[in-house]
């Protein structure tokens, strides 16, 4: 949510170079009841993500645990400063490892650095190893994303031996999220060529520029992030500082209706989050909290 400051300064640039390219043959499609239900248990890991660390460890965060009460958590760390929350654990009715990890908090002064170090540098060839030079991410998002990524993959590791499973679902809302969208390239890089890798995020910023997103769209298959009405924390860092957001964006419009848009961060629909949220002054942030489909997501709603 820091975004905001950074950016407003900027909204008549972002307005202009956040304007979509003509694109033809593209085609946007709702997404049906169950399609959508779907998505809840991977909303309520998000949520849980915020709560406090003792709580995850027993799993016992409130109506976000009970909501997948099957879960078995076996690794939770971070601080929610330095180091963002994140959790391990496996999911038997998901049949998967999940990874979750929490977005900003507010109060919190370092996660707020985080988000705003919005340089672009090159990804660790030691963490992403074969990734091209031309690849380029968010200087913050990287660097807290190194900081856990040896951890997580050694769990992840552990856990898909154990349970003798190939599925691995990441997960995270708002800076959760761009974490979880750099997990799921790191992490099909490093596991298995049969690791069943699924990403649902929500409210995530645009994490590198237009070839990592291209990347993600080849490497990632099964990728979604789900958007809120009018959340401008989507739309940010502007384009026109390089920044790309990669396929698999779901709009929900209103409760019981979203939609599926094709292709990258060039959606011409007005159904999608770059036409109907141009800039910033005409985005609403309390959107990204949600609810998405009934479900509040941050600080305050670990309940």
């Known amino acids: 949510m820091r975004f905001l400051e950074l950016y407003l300064s900027l909204a008549a640039l972002a307005a202009k170079s956040n304007a979509a390219p003509t694109l033809l043959g593209r085609s946007v499609t709702p997404l049906s009841a169950s399609d959508l239900a779907s998505l809840a248990p991977f909303t309520q890991f998000s949520r849980a993500a915020y709560c406090p660390t003792n709580k995850l460890r027993s799993w016992s965060c409130g ?3 009970t909501a997948n009460s099957d879960f078995q958590p076996t690794l939770v ?88 499973t190939k599925k691995v679902a990441l997960t ?44 993600i769209d080849a490497k990632v298959p099964n990728f979604r992030r789900i958007n809120n009405k009018d959340d401008i924390v989507p739309i940010l860092p502007g384009r026109f500082l390089g920044f790309s957001h990669p396929h698999g964006e779901v709009h929900m419009l209103s409760p019981g209706n979203a939609v599926s848009c094709p292709g990258d961060d060039d959606a011409t629909d007005a159904r999608c989050e770059i036409k109907s949220v141009p800039n910033i002054l005409e985005g609403n942030i309390l959107d990204h909290l949600g609810p998405y489909e009934g479900i509040s997501i941050g600080t305050i709603f670990c309940t």
């Open 63 to 65: 109506q976000a645990c």
């Open 77 to 164: 760390g971070g601080d929610g400063n330095a180091v963002q929350t994140f959790f391990i654990g496996f999911s038997p009715s998901q049949n998967s490892v999940i990874v979750a990890h929490q977005g900003t908090d507010p109060t919190q002064l370092l996660s707020d650095l985080t988000d705003i170090d919005i340089l672009m540098v090159n990804l660790d060839p030691k963490l992403f190893p074969g990734v091209s030079s031309s690849v380029h991410v968010h200087q913050g998002f990287r660097n807290e994303h190194a900081v856990t990524a040896p951890t997580i993959l050694k769990e992840v590791k552990r856990l898909m031996l154990l349970k003798n």
């Open 172 to 215: 995270g809302h708002s800076l959760g999220g761009a974490l979880a969208e750099l997990d799921s390239l790191f992490l099909t890089l490093n596991l298995p060529s049969s690791t069943s890798i699924k990403v649902v995020t929500y409210g995530v910023p645009r994490v590198g520029n237009a070839s990592f997103a291209q990347l």
